[in-house]
């Protein structure tokens, strides 16, 4: 028996810390789940893994940890370093004239409304950052030349000053990378170990602020990665682990843990990349080719939509956002990472009364700690997982399969609390929390939606985190979705999504030029050296040059505009020409605007080429064994219908005792360790071949 055939992944998120062990042979996951410690997100990690491994002695034979091959590995570390600023002190050096970039960034009010408007502060401040004397022109050309001695006083500065990391952006390196080589190369000799990033390397496009940011948050985090990366790989170990460390991107892909630690930027979005990976592959295997990701946890919900397979892809990206929920109050980030909405409504969402005493819910979260008021950890104020659990729709001794106790009495009062202030019960404040919460995530999801020129009645919802099942039917029948999929252990889904994504590796570059006066044998020279970078990056990754599947694109605009459109242009570049760019870009353009700008000339803005491995289709099911006595005689819950408002008992189903092909009607429940599928209207519920739940909601409006 070949042995060697074990993965596992582990998702740290806010308030959960997620974990699946996978036998790749036949596709049958374990799964495990403790609450995230915050002080060390490794301890959870380990606590999770050695759960993972006790279970797969029992389930796979004592042999199991010597086969695990690879552990898979998101994390929301990066985003929590820099949203609470505990990166390393870091140097930057630009070019002389652009020191105070970082703090007149766009120059642009995100709120006009707002007359006390607050900004991000940037990582680095004013004194940390050092000019040197040269000068590039837009295209890379030379206008003046950095000098030897320039390099030697700069490094000798920085040396003297005693910096964790070095950041470097210096005026269209994007064109050039020369001069920044130039002074990393000498900051190498004479830092050895100090880790360098330059901006030619992390974000080789345009958009001199966003380059500079992105460069400065990729340096400031690379210390603390480099270190938890490295005790994590000595955590692993001593659990008798020698798997390779694969960690998870945004993009939706994953790369190896040495080349995390060069660019850990690129992991702001992990977790929630892996969430949106599971929708993917549940709706392959049931041939859905339109599907809304819709992934709730413990701090936030966020949604995705992707068509035949593929979601949609940013490069223009926000954290450390002083306004959370607010596009343009943080600092940006040219990172490709897949386009989803984030909401700030969780199950540790914090419900409270706004400065017009309306009840609001989020963006703050009670967190892992002290976490809801029903977890008895401290917590006092009304959390969305306390009006669950208040309503009816999470079993008080099952939560976490029973490992560990809710209680209610501390929900009803934290809800009557809030409640007496707007003359409603604990039952009607709960109701109160519950509605609002799935008001808001709908309403984002509409508006992401519809930005994309889409329509929500023609995709699918696949729903994934703990909290997620809980709130997916009621939030898709304000969407008009009709069809709501729940795949095998939802509540871990980012963790098979991991464990079904590609190896993906992405490179860009930025030319500015008329689609009629572009230089193709220049393009086609660029797009072979970036595949050459791709591929080798690609190659770490365990891939050879016959696996890599490749793709490309454009960012595009009609001269004179501000902002570009994504272009498709497929993998053969090789035949591409001014009049078929074009054309792809007008249809594109007609597509999401409804027609062309007339007499527009087009124009090319930057240039993405893309490799990645096939992707995974996986029939995920569970190792462990149940029987059918839950299903023959399933327990009675009383939960509130908010369709007939007013509280009734309902069906409660041990979702694995459910045999396959069986049809049943809502409402009803259908509970696992991990999470809980609450179906409060008239539906159709179907367990399908693959062990996914469908709900068909009827007279959906």
């Known amino acids: 028996m070949n042995t060697s ?120 401040p004013s004194e940390d950052r050092f000019e040197v004397e040269e000068r590039l022109g837009p295209s890379g050309e030379t206008w003046r030349r950095l000098t030897r001695a320039e390099i030697a006083r700069i490094v000798k500065r920085i040396a003297t000053a005693g910096y964790d990391a070095v950041a470097i952006c210096l005026l269209h390196a994007s064109a050039n990378d020369g001069h920044e080589r130039a002074i990393a190369k000498a900051l190498v000799a004479k830092l050895p170990g100090t880790p360098i990033s330059m901006s030619s390397e992390v974000a080789r496009e345009i958009g001199e602020y966003e380059r500079m940011s992105t460069v400065v948050a990729n340096a400031y985090v690379q210390p603390m990665v480099g270190r938890y990366l490295a005790a994590l790989v000595g955590r692993l170990s001593d659990l008798g682990l020698g798997a390779t460390l694969d960690i998870m991107v945004s993009n939706g892909g994953f790369t190896t843990g040495q080349l995390a630690s060069r660019t850990p930027i690129r992991l702001l979005e992990s977790g929630p990349a892996g969430g949106v990976m599971s929708g993917i592959n549940c709706a392959e295997v049931e041939g859905i080719t339109r599907v809304l990701a819709f992934d709730m946890g413990g701090t936030t919900a ?60 989020g963006p703050q979260s009670a967190g892992a700690e002290p976490g809801p008021a029903c977890y008895g950890q401290g917590g006092t104020e009304a959390t969305v997982t306390d009006a669950d659990l208040v309503l009816g729709y999470l079993d008080p001794d099952a939560f976490l399969g029973g490992r560990m106790k809710l209680d209610v009495a501390k929900a009803r009062a934290a809800l009557e ?13 709960a109701w109160g929390v519950h509605d609002i919460v799935n008001e808001k995530m709908a309403a984002a999801a509409r508006t992401h939606i519809a930005e994309k020129g889409l329509d929500a009645r023609r995709f699918v919802m696949v729903t994934t985190g703990g909290a997620g099942p809980v709130h997916a039917v009621d939030v898709a029948r304000r969407l008009r979705i009709g069809t709501i999929l729940c795949p095998i252990a939802s509540g871990v889904g980012s963790c098979l999504g991991f464990l079904a994504a590609p190896a993906r590796a992405d490179r860009s570059w930025s030319r500015v030029e008329r689609v009629a006066e572009l230089d193709f044998t220049d393009l086609r020279a660029r797009a072979k050296a970036a595949r050459a970078e791709i591929a080798g990056e690609l190659r770490a990754c365990g891939l050879t040059d016959r696996d890599i599947h490749w793709s490309g694109s454009a960012e595009m605009r009609y001269v ?24 792809k870009f007008e249809a594109e353009y007609v597509r ?60 409660s189903y041990d979702r694995y005792a459910v045999p396959l092909g069986t049809v049943l009607r809502g409402p009803l429940i259908l509970a696992e360790p991990e999470s809980t599928l609450i179906v409060s209207y008239p539906a159709t519920v179907t367990v399908l071949d693959s062990a996914t739940v469908r709900v068909e909601l009827e007279g959906k409006s």
């Open 5 to 124: 055939r074990y993965e596992i992944a582990v998702d740290v998120g806010g308030t959960f810390t997620d974990g699946v062990l996978l036998d790749t042979g036949s596709d049958k996951v374990l799964v495990a789940k403790a609450l995230t410690t915050p002080a060390d997100p490794g301890e959870a990690v380990s606590t999770v893994v050695s759960d993972l491994l006790t279970q797969a002695r029992t389930h796979f034979g004592p042999e199991t940890p010597g086969g695990v091959r690879r552990v898979v590995h998101g994390t929301t570390l990066i985003t929590n370093t820099l949203i609470e600023r505990r990166g390393g002190r870091t140097a930057l050096i630009v070019t002389k004239g652009t020191r105070d970039a970082l703090d007149v960034a766009r120059e642009l009010r995100y709120d006009i409304y707002d007359l006390t408007i607050e900004y991000p502060v940037p990582l680095v």
């Open 592 to 651: 999401l605007f409804g027609r062309p700008v007339p007499g527009g000339i087009p124009e090319a803005i930057t240039w993405r080429v893309i490799g990645e491995s096939a992707r995974t289709t996986r029939r995920y099911g569970l190792a462990r064994s149940v029987t059918a006595s839950a299903m023959l005689a399933p327990r009675q819950r009383r939960i509130y219908l908010p369709g007939e408002k007013t509280y009734r008992t309902v069906p």
């Open 302 to 361: 966020k949604a995705c939509v992707a068509v035949d397979g593929k979601p949609s892809i940013t490069h223009s990206f926000e954290f450390g956002r002083v306004q959370r929920f607010k596009r343009g109050s943080g600092l940006p980030a040219i990172v490709p990472s897949i386009d989803l909405i984030e909401i700030g409504a969780g199950g540790g969402s914090l419900a409270a009364l706004n400065a017009l005493g309306l009840l609001q819910v």
């Open 560 to 583: 004179g505009q501000g902002n570009s459109v994504k272009v498709d242009l497929g993998a053969d570049w090789a035949g591409l020409d001014a009049a078929g760019i074009g054309r």
């Open 417 to 429: 609390a809030i409640g007496a202030k707007l003359g409603l019960n604990a039952e009607q404040a």
